[in-house]
């Protein structure tokens, strides 16, 4: 049969489009499978180190850990012969609980608050000793050694009256202890400090026994006071009564007469204020114009 030349043009002319797009797509194909490599291969190859945390290198030709330690960004590697290990180094807080005895065989529950990060010129040489668990591994055990060596230094009553003294006793002792696991503590505080029922309660009876002691004190001296001022009133009175015996001795009944007359007028006074009071005179008189025998009367009349 014959073919129409048009016809044939049209097919040749898809072959050569199909051809040429499939050479496109396997150069693309190749061009993004090589990208795909080589970003692959970048991203093995770098790593970050974020804010606040630092990087030490294990080298597997090199023999472990590698001495530096990479800071804050972006580093290379060599992927599958180093591997980096990402440490927090900020600071954290610690709370470090013990139960331990004083000095007086008391037993008091006690809570330390540690504020700790690590050095970061040790790194290398604190992950090879410890990991990066360091802090469970030596804060519990610095921390509850510490405190039972100086709280058996003091009495019960001192741990209260010098709790500031005590605390920076326990600050020092842990800054010694912990600079010997390259750990710096910023800051160590005694957030809680308890005694046993026991304790609590001889310190109550003790109180008790102190506001008692008070109270009796206050009593005696009260007595002492009303004593003295016994003893100064009856020497005013002796002293008085001296007074007026050499006033006598000297003067006979006046000063009597006077002291009469004094008591007569204020009794009168008083009468006089009263409402109810109604004075009669005594009946009769004598020769010389005077009252009789019979004197007055003083009546008290109620209205």
């Known amino acids: 049969t014959r073919v129409n030349p048009t016809t044939l043009i049209i097919r040749v002319s898809e072959a050569i489009a199909q051809t040429t797009m499939d050479k496109i797509l396997s150069r693309v194909s190749s061009a993004a499978g090589a990208l795909a490599v080589g970003a692959f291969t970048v991203n093995s190859c770098i790593y970050n180190v974020d804010g606040g945390e630092r990087a030490v290198m294990f080298d597997t030709l090199r023999g472990g850990i590698l001495p530096d330690v990479r800071d804050e960004g972006t580093h290379f590697m060599i992927p599958v012969v180093q591997r980096p290990i990402i440490i927090d180094v900020r600071t954290k807080p610690r ?172 009794i009168a006074t008083k009468l006089a204020r009263g409402r109810n009071i109604t004075y009669l005179p005594g009946g009769g008189t004598n020769s010389d114009g005077g009252n009789g025998g019979n004197p007055g009367l003083l009546l008290n009349i109620d209205k």
Do not use: C
């Open 95 to 266: 709370e470090i609980p013990s139960v331990t005895g004083t000095k007086d065989l008391q037993m008091v529950n006690i809570k330390l608050r540690v504020l700790w990060r690590p050095v970061i010129e040790k790194l290398p040489q604190l992950y090879r000793e410890l990991g990066t668990d360091f802090d469970e591994r030596v804060l519990p055990s610095i921390g509850s050694e510490v405190l039972k060596s100086v709280v058996a230094q003091y009495n019960a009553e001192e741990l209260l009256s010098k709790r500031a003294e005590v605390s920076n006793r326990i600050k020092s002792e842990l800054i010694k202890r912990g600079a010997h696991f390259h750990l710096t503590l910023d800051d160590v505080a005694i957030t809680h400090l308890t005694f046993g029922r026991e304790f609590m309660k001889a310190i109550e009876s003790k109180q008790v026994a102190s506001q008692e002691a008070e109270r009796q004190q206050y009593v005696v001296q009260r007595a002492e006071q009303e004593r003295i001022a016994n003893v100064t009133r009856a020497e005013g009175e002796a002293e008085a009564a001296t007074i007026i015996t050499k006033a006598m001795e000297k003067t006979g009944n006046a000063i009597v007469e006077v002291r009469r007359i004094d008591a007569a007028k204020e």
